[in-house]
């Protein structure tokens, strides 16, 4: 399958801080690209689907303003999480699709103190 | 009621026993069925898609009833590998379409 990258693997930092993800699809060029999130024990969340040179388009209840996000090209897309706060801690996962299915990066673990 | 709905288990079984996993998905417009295998602190990984007509994959084995609105996997001779999280995952058609996850099954093969 697909292979997606993402960087870091995990990040600790202070509240108030603003943290970068990014996701790059490595063999394939990705016109979308989906942000997740996931809470312990809880499913993945869509939070917003990320398109190469225009918009993302976010899911209902997600912040735009708080989650930014830039797909400047087909193999990259990144999530920008602003002034982060203790409740954005959380399991990030981006997502891009090829002709055979959905593939995930190995996630991004946020932990704001 | 959730979209994608899953018994969260645990499933504790023996290795080499058969186990079998269910899924029901509220949108009757749904057109993509997958099973993902996700690990402890890992990302889901695509374990596979689901076909009207059922599918195999070596151990696994996937079926769909639309008309129940039902997904199934069946893990044969379960391995001590085979302990994770299955989450069950709809979709629509597209290439860009968004999914939809279960909260996913635990599961545990012991000795």
């Known amino acids: 399958g697909a292979v997606v990258s993402q960087h870091p693997s995990w990040v600790i930092c202070k509240s108030g801080t603003s943290v970068k993800i990014e996701c790059r699809s490595l063999?394939?060029?990705?016109?979308?690209m989906f942000w997740y999130r996931q809470f312990p024990k809880q499913s993945l969340m869509l939070m917003a689907t990320?398109?190469?040179?225009?918009?993302?388009?976010?899911e209902q209840g997600v912040e735009k303003d708080k989650f930014l996000i830039n797909h400047a090209s087909l193999t990259l897309s990144t999530l920008t999480v602003t002034s982060a706060h203790p409740e954005d801690s959380s399991f990030y996962i981006c997502?891009?699709?090829?002709?055979?299915?959905?593939?995930f990066g190995p996630g991004t673990r946020l932990t704001v103190l | 009621r959730k979209e994608v709905e899953q018994d969260p288990g645990p499933f504790n079984v023996p290795e080499g026993a058969t186990v079998a996993f269910n899924c029901t998905y509220s949108n009757s417009a749904s057109q993509s069925f997958f099973w993902y295998r996700q690990d402890c602190r890992k990302e889901p990984k695509l374990l596979m898609s689901?076909?009207?007509s059922g599918n195999e994959d070596g151990r696994f084995t996937a079926q769909l009833n639309r008309a129940s609105q039902y997904i199934s996997l069946l893990i044969r001779d379960s391995k001590l590998s085979d302990s994770a999280t299955y989450l069950c995952v709809v979709g629509p058609t597209g290439t860009a379409s968004k999914l939809t996850f279960g909260t996913g099954t635990r599961l545990q093969v012991t000795l």
């Open positions: 997502s891009a699709r090829d002709q055979v299915g959905q593939f």
């Open positions: 990320s398109n190469e040179g225009s918009k993302a388009t976010y």
């Open positions: 063999d394939f060029q990705a016109t979308t």
């Open positions: 689901v076909y009207s």
